[in-house]
């Protein structure tokens, strides 16, 4: 059975970082290029950032350039999102996907609320 | 910039009707566009991808067709458990670009 299970969100207050991890299992996690997908309460769904399988390419969406840093352990199937300068608009549940492949995998999210 | 223009924002329709969803692609993006439908408090479900490939178990009433730059989800007759906001995703290269999302009702 396939699984993404995201971990770290959390309360932060404006400026600060937050850490999310993302474990995968069940499926080729080292052949699978990865993405962040956030949806900001009661919107839309936003593409976030992207690596490639090898960690060679990352990609970021223009309202978290500069701010996040996604990254990957293969060894361990884990992905990763560092967020730092955090604001109040990234206030989301922060999903983890497969969206290249077809696959349609997606973990549950995980909430970040930023807020003072 | 990248931009995909998902049209309409909602529409209502009856059941048994035929439903249709656009994106239309600022530039060129061959095939690699997917189809998800959100039902509220669920993860997005991916439909269609590479333009008009179904994903394996959805019901074959979901359909994709790309002309040009315009990308078109059709629902050849829609039933209640459709009711859901359904969106466009660019998903090859960079930037990503999901569509504004389609509302869709039972009138």
């Known amino acids: 059975e396939v699984q993404l299970l995201e971990s770290g969100g959390g309360l932060v207050q404006p400026g600060g970082s937050l850490r999310l991890s993302c474990a995968a299992s069940g499926f080729a996690f080292s052949s699978s290029a990865m993405s962040w997908v956030r949806q900001a309460p009661g919107t839309g769904l936003e593409w976030v950032s992207a690596i490639s399988r090898d960690s060679a390419t990352t990609y970021y969406a223009d309202s978290v350039k500069g701010r996040f840093t996604i990254s990957r352990d293969n060894s361990k199937n884990t992905l990763y999102l560092q967020m730092n300068s955090l604001r109040v608009d990234d206030t989301a549940l922060y999903y983890c996907?497969?969206?290249?492949?077809?696959?349609?995998?997606w973990g549950q999210g995980t909430l970040v609320t930023v807020s003072s | 910039d990248f931009q995909m223009t998902q049209s309409p924002s909602s529409l209502s329709a009856s059941i048994g009707d035929r439903v249709t969803i656009t994106c239309r692609a600022s530039q060129g993006i061959s095939n690699d566009l997917a189809w998800y439908q959100q039902k509220p408090g669920k993860v997005p479900k991916l439909l269609i991808y590479?333009?008009?490939t179904l994903q394996s178990g959805v019901p074959s009433r979901f359909s994709g067709t790309r002309s040009g730059t315009d990308f078109t989800l059709t629902i050849s007759s829609l039933q209640p458990e459709d009711v859901a906001t359904y969106y466009c995703?660019?998903?090859?290269?960079?930037?990503?670009?999901f569509g504004q999302g389609t509302k869709v009702e039972i009138k």
């Open positions: 590479a333009a008009s």
């Open positions: 995703l660019k998903y090859n290269g960079a930037p990503k670009a």
């Open positions: 996907a497969e969206v290249i492949g077809g696959t349609g995998y």
